[in-house]
């Protein structure tokens, strides 16, 4: 395994009918994505969220503020996965997520900021599936396998 490149700031999981997503100390994660969350069991390839503290730091020096969470993260870490090839996997507690895609442009990030999808573009995370079942807590490090 390779040394750590990082560690989990944040967990959220969203809720049915909520646009703000909940802030958790922990999330269990399936083969189906995040348990308990609104997406749960809806696309496996698309099934966690995972951004960097990084694309908040690029927001924030273009005069942007976002509350985190804003960006629909599953998981918050100060590493960047963006630039992770497809396929990489990554282990998180004792579970393993792989690397399925990186983030679209969505327009929900328009009802944050106008010029946050264009900003964000080639920073906003990427979409991981669960290779291996497990708990990920805030705190946890982020390894590359």
Do not use: W
Request: net charge positive.
């Amino acid at each position: 395994m390779n040394s750590d490149s990082g560690k989990i700031l944040n967990l959220f999981i969203s809720n049915k009918g909520d646009s703000l997503k909940e802030k958790l100390d922990e999330i269990k994660v399936d083969k189906y994505g995040v348990i308990g969350d609104k997406f749960y069991a809806k696309d496996i390839q698309r099934s966690i969220l995972i951004s960097t503290i990084k694309s908040y730091e690029l927001a924030k020096n273009n005069n942007i503020e976002l509350l985190i969470g804003s960006l629909g993260e599953n998981i918050l870490m100060d590493y960047n996965p963006y630039f992770l090839p497809l396929g990489s996997k990554i282990k998180i507690g004792n579970s393993i997520l792989e690397i399925t895609q990186n983030c679209t442009l969505c327009k929900s990030l328009t009802k944050v900021n106008s010029k946050l999808p264009k900003l964000l573009k080639d920073d906003r995370g990427v979409f991981a599936k669960v290779v291996e079942a497990g708990v990920i807590k805030r705190g946890d490090k982020v390894y590359i396998l």
